[in-house]
């Protein structure tokens, strides 16, 4: 018997059923975006690895997808590379190619490449899968759809507030209850600065962004690992258990980092935001946190991340301010702040907590029973005008047994169900049967097509 054929771990196949849930969640993050003048755009699966090696730190490079080079590729290969320890290095001679890490890389390639083209500040949004070499697990998947927004040529902090709002009103539209957070890398860097370890920024910021998932002696004992002086982590820690409201933590951190130039851009860069935003009424919660760093090197000011407060997973959404990152492309003092929904995260809380609207699977609407060659022949014009009308429509496309036709429309969940035999037909009329109640009424081609409007 021949194996049953699989997937690869961490990727997830998607019936009809569930590619309407996943459309749903695309169409609304789209519709938001363009609400606020973003356009869209794609660019390759596979880019060239010299576009997104050393984008991403040295955990982001290793979880790099890499595509072997086409043709002969072991040719000219110093068999030496073969050695324990020689991976890397063989990578490196074997592959040019890999899949994209994320939408922002690619995107500045973009900016970089076409900047002749656009028209600064440009605001465009991206929907597409990106692939991790990650360990796959609950709601962490090797790939995944990303749904970025981003605006590039504009260091105005009216673009994160903007970027904010839109987070909020997805997620008021999805029905789903989360946080908002809110960090600024500045902040961090003057922290860095305060405790004397300003050349452990990187460190410190991978550390700590895992506060979340390994705890804070875990924590700790990183920083320890990373070189972090026992009584720098000591400093460190009532930043991190910090509490009270955002004004408060905002008035601390200014104490605090008062002898960081740095560190107060960045408590102004907040402040602005949040003092923004609470003019806007929104239906979520906006919290500064201190300890999220987000882990990417390219962040440079404020970075946001949310988290849903009914379901248990990690965050659903991302992003910040990246001052520096076409500069890697050749096009330095460029800004750009962005954010990215995590599509299929959202998928799995949108699931947990049963939120579709009920219409989103309800793919057909109204199916015509078949009872041979003259009654499809009788039914095919009505069909066509339910089309027209905008009702999603089938046909059985064969001469089948009543209870097989509506077996199929039980399970398919079709609504309405028309028929007609030779009573109907001599009557220029259909039996609408209404599925969800059971009612069945004998009405015109024009009346049905009414009643399954209402």
């Known amino acids: 018997m021949a194996q049953k054929p699989s997937i690869p771990k961490g990727t ?15 169409d609304t993050i789209r519709s938001v975006y363009a609400l606020y003048g973003f356009r869209q755009i794609e660019t390759p699966a596979m880019e060239n690895l010299s576009t997104l090696m050393g984008k991403y730190g040295e955990e982001g490079d290793k979880l790099l997808f890499k595509i072997l080079d086409s043709g002969d590729f072991l040719r000219g290969i110093d068999p030496s590379a073969f050695n324990e320890g020689g991976t890397p290095k063989l990578a490196a001679q074997l592959c040019e190619k890999g899949l994209r890490y994320d939408l922002t890389v690619p995107f500045a390639r973009f900016v970089v490449q076409h900047r002749e083209e656009l028209t600064l500040p440009f605001r465009r949004f991206q929907i597409q899968p990106v692939w991790r070499a990650d360990r796959p697990q609950k709601g962490r998947y090797r790939e995944f759809y990303q749904c970025d927004a981003d605006v ?6 009216l673009n994160e507030v903007e970027l904010m709002q839109i987070v909020d009103e997805v997620f008021r539209r999805f029905g789903i209850r989360v946080c908002i957070k809110i960090n600024n ?104 946190d201190l300890t999220l760093a987000r882990g990417l090197n390219y962040y440079t000011g404020c970075i946001f991340e949310v988290k849903a407060l009914d379901v248990e997973i990690g965050s659903i959404t991302g992003g910040g301010r990246y001052d520096n990152l076409t500069g890697i492309f050749g096009m330095p003092g460029l800004s750009g702040v962005g954010i990215s929904f995590g599509a299929d995260r959202i998928y799995d809380v949108l699931n947990q907590l049963n939120l579709y609207p009920q219409e989103i ?16 022949a009788y039914a095919l014009p009505t069909v066509a005008a339910a089309r027209a009308a905008g009702i999603r429509t089938e046909i059985y496309p064969d001469a089948s047994k009543m209870k097989k036709q509506m077996a199929y429309a039980n399970a398919r969940e079709i609504p309405f169900v028309a028929l007609a035999g030779e009573s109907e037909m001599a009557e220029g009329k259909f039996t609408l049967k209404d599925m969800t109640t059971g009612e069945q009424l004998v009405v015109s081609s024009a009346e049905l097509i009414q009643k399954v409007l209402a």
């Open 12 to 26: 997830r196949d998607f019936g009809p059923a569930e590619m309407a849930r996943r459309n749903y969640i695309f």
């Open 152 to 157: 590039v040529g504009s260091d105005s902090l």
């Open 361 to 376: 699977t309800t793919a057909t609407q109204l199916l015509f029973v078949n009872f041979g060659e003259a009654e499809a």
């Open 185 to 288: 890398r500045k902040i961090l860097s003057g922290i860095a600065e305060m405790i004397g370890q300003a050349d452990k920024i990187v460190d410190i910021t991978v550390a700590i962004d895992k506060l979340d998932k390994i705890g804070l002696d875990a924590v700790n004992a990183e920083l320890a690992e990373d070189g972090i002086p026992a009584e720098a982590i000591e400093k460190l820690q009532p930043i991190i258990k910090l509490s009270g409201t955002n004004a408060e933590k905002l008035q601390t951190m200014r104490e605090v980092l008062k002898d960081s130039e740095t560190g107060l851009k960045g408590i102004d860069e907040v402040e602005f935001v949040l003092n923004a935003l609470s003019q806007l009424s929104l239906t979520n919660e906006m919290e500064l």
